[in-house]
């Protein structure tokens, strides 16, 4: 009995060590894809887990570092209250909460709110950046590490609509975007003590696309976005060491597969990041492919967006040449998220929409009704996937076999 309970007790420690955490907006590397297997396809109200009550407001994704969710929100009548919360991945428990006061601009659209950017995580810490541009590291136990509150050292970097930029962790360099059309800046500041190691200028213009991380470039470097077009940068010291200025869109954000860069630019541009020229490579441009809000996403071997008008498009990875399509309901503000062949898709209404993408034409299996408005992109962890409105946090999957 004992060689048994320490060989089950084995095996579950080596599955909590293989499970892949999500540890940013559309998990690692910011392709929106897990590695999970077993996710639930065709979804019942059964397959909710749990579900457990949010304070104030929030568009941000929830991230996940073992058995700890992380999640953000903004209370108040200027949502002037900015809160981290922190609920038990297991049971939906909330295990604490921290609230600071806004010490920058709360003032955003009515569609969107302070608690817009997704948090990000080292494994250690986790960063959370607000609209008003304050940025709040804490462990995982709630600690605060440091504060700034990013108007006192630039006090025009806001827009009136609000931010939604969400950080990402480099090479333990945090890289956030703050771009507006006044004092528009991209920062790499140190995890240990929140001071700059760089500030950099960007073009002038509201801009909501997130950084990506580009871990296998000649040196550590991150993807930035803007109207103007990408910019790849090292992330140690702000350089700039290649670019693409033919423009790119400000809402939706890129996507990389190995050392292809899907840049929503006309279109869709395929660019090749894996050299050290001044100029990032165009590989091909397809028209036939044009994202809205949500960002791309590649898997089965093939690139897929979504249009203003609900309708997914499948386009191969050779050229952005159209393969299918498929109508979904939209309107739709959050980015997919999948494994496998596998995509889960929320409309603003909260219609769940889960699509089997290797079918020919593309097969929608099944749709769940949350009853709320979901913005917040999904995020997929540990065998399941969470989402968020305003009011509520959900935790989807497959109920325990009794």
């Not at 590989?283 to 609900?310: C, E, H, K, Q, Y």
């Not at 099944?366 to 969470?386: I, K, N």
Request: charged share 15%.
């Amino acid at each position: 009995m004992k060689m048994w309970t320490t060989l089950v007790a084995t095996l579950l420690s080596a599955l909590a060590t293989s499970a892949e955490d999500w540890r940013q907006f559309r998990g690692p590397s910011s392709t929106g894809i897990s590695i999970e297997t077993g996710l639930p396809a065709r979804l019942s109200q059964n397959h909710i887990l749990w579900q457990s009550s949010l304070p104030g407001r929030g568009l941000s994704s929830p991230i996940v570092v073992g058995n700890n969710i992380f999640i953000s929100a903004a209370d108040g009548g200027d949502q002037e209250r900015l809160m981290v919360l922190c609920i038990h991945a297991q049971s939906g428990v909330q295990k604490w909460k921290r609230t600071f006061w806004a010490t920058g601009r709360t003032m955003c659209h009515e569609k969107t709110c302070v608690a817009a950017p997704t948090p990000v995580s080292d494994g250690n810490h986790v960063v959370t950046l607000y609209s008003s541009n304050d940025l709040i590291c804490l462990d995982l136990e709630g600690n605060l590490k440091w504060l700034r509150g990013l108007t006192v050292d630039y006090p025009n970097v806001s827009n009136s609509l609000g931010m939604a930029s969400s950080p990402v962790v480099v090479d333990g360099v945090l890289v956030i975007q703050v771009e507006n059309d006044s004092q528009s800046l991209a920062l790499g500041i140190r995890m240990e003590d929140g001071r700059n190691l760089w500030s950099l200028d960007r073009p002038k213009g509201a801009n909501w696309t997130s950084p990506i991380p580009l871990e296998q470039a000649p040196v550590p470097s991150v993807i930035l976005q803007s109207s103007k077009g990408i910019h790849l940068v090292d992330v140690h010291t702000g350089s700039v060491i290649s670019t693409y200025t033919d423009g790119a869109s400000t809402i939706p954000s890129s996507v990389l597969f190995g050392s292809t860069l899907l840049a929503p630019s006309h279109g869709v541009t395929a660019l090749d990041v894996s050299g050290q020229g001044s100029q990032l490579p165009v590989l091909w441009r397809s028209r036939a492919l044009s994202p809205a809000t949500a960002s791309p996403m590649v898997m089965d071997n093939a690139v897929f967006v979504v249009n203003n008008a609900g309708v997914l498009t499948r386009g191969n990875l050779d050229g952005g040449g159209r393969e299918w399509q498929l109508r979904l309901k939209g309107p739709f503000s959050a980015s997919a998220v999948g494994a496998g062949t596998i995509q889960y898709w929320v409309n603003e209404k909260g219609l769940l929409q889960v699509v089997n993408v290797a079918v020919e034409q593309g097969h929608l299996v099944s749709v769940l009704d949350l009853g709320q408005p979901v913005l917040a992109t999904p995020s997929l962890a540990h065998g399941a996937l969470y989402l968020r409105s305003d009011e509520t946090l959900w935790k989807i999957g497959s109920p325990p076999v009794l």
